[in-house]
């Protein structure tokens, strides 16, 4: 089976956390900054985790070597069972 390629913009755009989660940067904040308010500019410095929905379409579409892979949970055995 052929190699799936990584989207190049969404690695520029967007980082993924340990556990899974996907951080963009805020829109709206790379010119015309004279014309927007203190507080809007405020809000959007630094980084923000995207919702649910919105990590699940870019890691399944965009960075697919990005996503965890969903293990069953660990069960510990008793000393007698093998």
Do not use: C
């Amino acid at each position: 089976m052929p190699k799936m390629k990584t989207h190049s913009s969404a690695k520029k755009r967007f980082k993924v956390t340990k556990k899974g989660r996907v951080k963009a940067k805020s829109a709206f904040t790379s010119h015309m900054m004279m014309n927007k308010p203190k507080s809007m500019k405020r809000k959007a410095k630094g980084l923000s985790v995207l919702s649910v929905e919105d990590a699940r379409i870019v890691l399944r579409n965009f960075l697919p070597y990005s996503r965890k892979r969903r293990s069953k949970p660990y069960i510990k055995k008793s000393a007698g069972e093998k």
